[in-house]
């Protein structure tokens, strides 16, 4: 560890952090706000936020669960981290935000510039597969629902009739 240390010491001017970061987004276009400890833009119409220590380039995406349907987020969040190589998607502990994490090894601003597009792109690509996993689940369950709504609609015309159940 100390030699990385001494490696970013010797290009000062080079070096990564929360400012420089704020800048190259600045010349992007993204349009951040710049915390104490954080970048915060938008992604798609969500929350992203980006922090940066020691060396640990950090993109976070927030959005909120719809509480009706919990199970299906979660079962859709494991089915997309499956798929995904470096984005992790956690539910938080208020069971009412998902996160789409996504964390890398970057060291000065040649790689932010290098890395940052991409991983917005990793975590683009992770909400993509979440979405088309929550309409299949969705789609599922309705149809499940509907097949046993039919039978029970089948059922009572039976019983109404007189008919035996079969």
Request: include cysteine.
């Amino acid at each position: 560890m100390g030699q990385y240390k001494e490696k970013r010491a010797k290009n000062p001017h080079n070096s990564l952090n929360m400012r420089s970061i704020f800048r190259c987004m600045m010349e992007e276009g993204y349009y951040p706000t710049y915390e104490k400890t954080h970048i915060i833009f938008d992604v798609e119409d969500n929350v992203a936020v980006v922090e940066y220590d020691e060396g640990i380039l950090s993109i976070r995406i927030f959005f909120s669960i719809d509480e009706d349907a919990y199970d299906l987020f979660l079962e859709a969040s494991n089915a997309a981290m499956l798929d995904t190589f470096l984005v992790r998607p956690v539910i938080l502990d208020n069971m009412k935000n998902i996160m789409f994490s996504c964390e890398m090894m970057c060291d000065n601003v040649r790689e932010f510039r290098k890395f940052f597009p991409r991983g917005i792109r990793y975590l683009r690509d992770a909400m993509i597969l979440h979405k088309a996993e929550m309409k299949r689940l969705v789609l599922t369950e309705n149809v499940s629902s509907a097949t046993v709504s039919a039978a029970e609609d089948t059922s009572m015309v039976s019983r109404k009739a007189g008919k035996p159940l079969s």
